[in-house]
């Protein structure tokens, strides 16, 4: 028998509704009503086989979307296997029982609430009692981080967050899974691992058959009883993120400063999930006009954009700002703002300009944490008591952790590996290292607050940093601005000269050559014969990163080529290669450039060219076109 139907309209606090008459009703809640059929009937066992290729990458599995919708035959279950094969993992994890309360929220992109729909069947079929679901479907990752680690005191154990980040939505575009822990934290290597397994050789998975479809509009606190012990309850998006971001910053003073002649902001959520979060807590918390926002509303396809904040695919902004894609500035107005920041699908990352000056991600991070005083979650702990970063990303960081004795941390690409370090304590009873700040080249930045990295956050760091530089301006004199914050901290420190150089759809073979021909040749083999070129450019040594993580021991390998080089002047910089673990279709080679310079009178340079001869010198000793065949990178970040 099936669970023909979850009864159309919605009845107030329905009276125990069943044959055996097991629901007791809450209060104030608005149940679906649930058919009188033998409810353990709903739970059907369907056969699957394994589906290849669904081993999470950098941060979740992403695919193209007609995967996940099983266009073709073979992939019929593939959002099915995918999540019997993560509930498994995560019944494993907790002892063998069943989870009991999980969040399933996305970004909003294409397929967005068709795949709430099958998850949550899966999810009640297989026991899993309670499932909180966003109104309207949309959070974004750092506001699910906030509700599983706050929500009913961190009663959820896990959320399935619906979302490609970056990657473009819509049909013949990406969707993806995320799986973030009982913390907030996306899943470690040891479950995404375990978890790949199971889909290798999964049988069957559990969902509901028939019923109609949950209400993902309704009120929030509105439960639907899926079966006798599994309800989805609709949740508010906004409570925990709001909640936590009011304990990192001043709202108060923000309020006041949002006030102030001068001082405007620009907003672009690129239409992904930040774009409501920005509203809320932007316009209608700190009081900004409702012009500091655009592209705030989430759509299906991002508006066609491409959701990834950096220089290119942030153009409107960045012209916005007075910037060309190079970063370097075209001249300002009265009317360009004061501060801009863009959000990528899920709100994670961001990126922060000022009025024509473009802050790098790697110096974005080494300036918040300089001034940590102007950031109420540091400043009321006495500063941050261990900072991180992503090895690729610039040594900016390293820099001010040493001059304020910081314990510094670089780590591999992906947040998974911040969230051991800021978990220390809380998960591991070891040192603790929170406050902890922490961040990347790819435009994330976060702190422990929650298990993620977060724009918003970023955003509203720089609104505390630029609050605090014109405490001592009187009202009518000229602010203190972005580009005067970043110019100070480079003469306090020098500058690292940064970019990031992506070829997108390599051929897999070729990009994987290219690695191996670096490994034999230029870490393996002796790199001291190699002479300078013109460029007077030479090669010093080559090294492939691996990480012994401090907090479990664990080691992960094979995270980045490492080359370093000098300058003919004896400046050192250095070459790294990566391939992209996020992409859905080839290899994505990124390679990592940075060059560091302590003359302030050659600070003014513009990024891309102050490296240009050192994107050449890689690129010819790796052999990159011959190997790859591409002439120029997709796109220089
Ligand atoms: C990229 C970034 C990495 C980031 C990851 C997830 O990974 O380089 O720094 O953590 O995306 O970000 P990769 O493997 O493609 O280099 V998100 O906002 O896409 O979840
Ligand atoms: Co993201």
Same mark, same amino acid.
């Given at each position: 028998?099936?669970?023909?139907?979850?009864?159309?309209?919605?009845?107030?606090?329905?009276?125990?509704?069943?044959?055996?008459?097991?629901?007791?009703?809450?209060?104030?809640?608005?149940?679906?009503?649930?058919?009188?059929?033998?409810?353990?009937?709903?739970?059907?066992?369907?056969?699957?086989?394994?589906?290849?290729?669904?081993?999470?990458?950098?941060?979740?599995?992403?695919?193209?979307?007609?995967?996940?919708?099983?266009?073709?035959?073979?992939?019929?279950?593939?959002?099915?296997?995918?999540?019997?094969?993560?509930?498994?993992?995560?019944?494993?994890?907790?002892?063998?029982?069943?989870?009991?309360?999980?969040?399933?929220?996305?970004?909003?992109?294409?397929?967005?609430?068709?795949?709430?729909?099958?998850?949550?069947?899966?999810?009640?079929?297989?026991?899993?009692?309670?499932?909180?679901?966003?109104?309207?479907?949309?959070?974004?990752?750092?506001?699910?981080?906030?509700?599983?680690?706050?929500?009913?005191?961190?009663?959820?154990?896990?959320?399935?967050?619906?979302?490609?980040?970056?990657?473009?939505?819509?049909?013949?575009?990406?969707?993806?899974?995320?799986?973030?822990?009982?913390?907030?934290?996306?899943?470690?290597?040891?479950?995404?691992?375990?978890?790949?397994?199971?889909?290798?050789?999964?049988?069957?998975?559990?969902?509901?058959?028939?019923?109609?479809?949950?209400?993902?509009?309704?009120?929030?606190?509105?439960?639907?009883?899926?079966?006798?012990?599994?309800?989805?309850?609709?949740?508010?998006?906004?409570?925990?993120?709001?909640?936590?971001?009011?304990?990192?910053?001043?709202?108060?003073?923000?309020?006041?400063?949002?006030?102030?002649?001068?001082?405007?902001?620009?907003?672009?959520?690129?239409?992904?999930?930040?774009?409501?979060?920005?509203?809320?807590?932007?316009?209608?918390?700190?009081?900004?006009?409702?012009?500091?926002?655009?592209?705030?509303?989430?759509?299906?396809?991002?508006?066609?954009?491409?959701?990834?904040?950096?220089?290119?695919?942030?153009?409107?902004?960045?012209?916005?700002?007075?910037?060309?894609?190079?970063?370097?500035?075209?001249?300002?107005?009265?009317?360009?703002?004061?501060?801009?920041?863009?959000?990528?699908?899920?709100?994670?990352?961001?990126?922060?300009?000022?009025?024509?000056?473009?802050?790098?991600?790697?110096?974005?991070?080494?300036?918040?944490?300089?001034?940590?005083?102007?950031?109420?979650?540091?400043?009321?702990?006495?500063?941050?008591?261990? !900072? +991180?970063?992503?090895?690729? %990303?610039?040594? #900016?960081? $390293?820099?001010?952790?040493?001059?304020?004795?910081?314990?510094? &941390? /670089?780590?591999?690409?992906?947040?998974?590996?911040?969230?051991?370090?800021?978990?220390?304590?809380?998960?591991?009873?070891?040192?603790?290292?929170?406050?902890?700040?922490?961040?990347?080249?790819?435009?994330?930045?976060?702190?422990?607050?929650?298990?993620?990295?977060?724009?918003?956050?970023?955003?509203?760091?720089?609104?505390?940093?630029?609050?605090?530089?014109?405490?001592?301006?009187?009202?009518?004199?000229?602010?203190?601005?972005?580009?005067?914050?970043?110019?100070?901290?480079?003469?306090?420190?020098?500058?690292?000269?940064?970019?990031?150089?992506?070829?997108?759809?390599?051929?897999?073979?070729?990009?994987?050559?290219?690695?191996?021909?670096?490994?034999?040749?230029? !870490? +393996?083999?002796?790199?001291? %014969?190699?002479? #300078?070129? $013109?460029?007077?450019?030479?090669?010093?040594?080559?090294?492939? &990163? /691996?990480?012994?993580?401090?907090?479990?021991?664990?080691?992960?390998?094979?995270?980045?080529?490492?080359?370093?080089?000098?300058?003919?002047?004896?400046?050192?910089?250095?070459?790294?290669?990566?391939?992209?673990?996020?992409?859905?279709?080839?290899?994505?080679?990124?390679?990592?450039?940075?060059?560091?310079?302590?003359?302030?009178?050659?600070?003014?340079?513009?990024?891309?060219?102050?490296?240009?001869?050192?994107?050449?010198?890689?690129?010819?000793?790796?052999?990159?076109?011959?190997?790859?065949?591409?002439?120029?990178?997709?796109?220089?970040?």
């Amino acid at each position: 028998m099936r669970l023909h139907s979850l009864v159309a309209a919605a009845v107030a606090i329905l009276p125990s509704a069943t044959s055996t008459g097991a629901f007791s009703p809450q209060p104030f809640v608005v149940r679906k009503h649930v058919s009188d059929t033998c409810l353990s009937s709903a739970v059907a066992e369907i056969t699957t086989s394994p589906i290849a290729g669904m081993k999470p990458g950098t941060s979740g599995l992403r695919k193209k979307v007609e995967v996940w919708q099983g266009v073709d035959d073979a992939n019929k279950y593939y959002v099915e296997n995918f999540i019997q094969s993560l509930i498994d993992t995560a019944a494993e994890n907790n002892g063998g029982k069943m989870i009991d309360t999980v969040i399933v929220a996305g970004d909003g992109r294409y397929f967005n609430n068709e795949a709430i729909q099958i998850i949550c069947k899966v999810l009640a079929a297989n026991g899993v009692k309670s499932i909180w679901v966003p109104q309207g479907g949309i959070m974004s990752t750092p506001a699910v981080s906030a509700a599983i680690r706050m929500r009913e005191g961190g009663a959820a154990q896990g959320g399935i967050i619906l979302t490609a980040s970056h990657n473009p939505g819509g049909p013949g575009e990406d969707f993806g899974i995320k799986y973030n822990e009982e913390y907030g934290q996306p899943a470690g290597e040891d479950f995404t691992d375990a978890l790949y397994e199971k889909t290798t050789t999964i049988s069957s998975f559990k969902s509901l058959e028939g019923g109609d479809d949950i209400d993902i509009g309704a009120e929030v606190n509105t439960s639907f009883q899926l079966t006798e012990e599994s309800a989805v309850t609709i949740i508010d998006p906004f409570a925990e993120y709001v909640e936590v971001l009011k304990s990192c910053f001043d709202f108060d003073a923000m309020r006041a400063f949002a006030q102030r002649p001068g001082f405007t902001i620009l907003f672009d959520g690129m239409h992904g999930a930040g774009g409501p979060f920005a509203k809320r807590i932007l316009v209608e918390e700190l009081g900004f006009p409702e012009s500091s926002l655009m592209r705030c509303d989430p759509k299906p396809d991002f508006g066609k954009c491409h959701p990834d904040p950096n220089l290119t695919y942030a153009a409107e902004l960045v012209k916005k700002m007075g910037l060309d894609s190079d970063g370097s500035s075209l001249g300002c107005t009265d009317a360009t703002p004061a501060l801009g920041a863009a959000n990528d699908g899920d709100g994670d990352r961001n990126l922060i300009a000022g009025a024509g000056c473009f802050v790098t991600p790697s110096d974005s991070l080494a300036i918040i944490c300089d001034n940590w005083k102007a950031i109420p979650h540091f400043s009321k702990a006495g500063g941050p008591k261990g !900072v +991180a970063r992503s090895m690729p %990303s610039s040594a #900016a960081l $390293d820099v001010v952790a040493e001059a304020l004795d910081i314990p510094f &941390f /670089s780590t591999p690409t992906g947040w998974k590996f911040f969230g051991n370090l800021m978990g220390s304590k809380e998960q591991f009873d070891q040192r603790d290292y929170t406050p902890f700040l922490c961040g990347e080249e790819s435009f994330g930045t976060g702190s422990d607050h929650i298990r993620e990295k977060d724009g918003l956050w970023a955003m509203l760091a720089w609104v505390s940093i630029l609050m605090d530089a014109n405490k001592d301006v009187a009202e009518g004199e000229p602010l203190v601005s972005v580009q005067d914050v970043v110019s100070n901290h480079w003469s306090k420190y020098g500058r690292h000269f940064y970019c990031r150089y992506d070829y997108e759809a390599v051929d897999s073979d070729a990009a994987n050559k290219m690695m191996d021909l670096i490994r034999t040749e230029l !870490v +393996a083999g002796d790199v001291s %014969s190699i002479g #300078a070129d $013109d460029s007077g450019i030479k090669i010093v040594s080559g090294e492939e &990163f /691996s990480y012994i993580d401090p907090v479990d021991g664990s080691t992960t390998s094979k995270q980045g080529l490492i080359l370093q080089f000098e300058f003919e002047n004896g400046d050192p910089a250095r070459a790294v290669f990566r391939l992209s673990g996020t992409g859905s279709a080839g290899a994505t080679i990124r390679m990592y450039l940075e060059k560091f310079e302590k003359d302030e009178s050659k600070h003014g340079e513009a990024a891309p060219v102050a490296l240009r001869s050192l994107a050449d010198r890689a690129i010819g000793l790796v052999q990159l076109k011959q190997i790859t065949g591409r002439d120029a990178p997709t796109v220089i970040t």
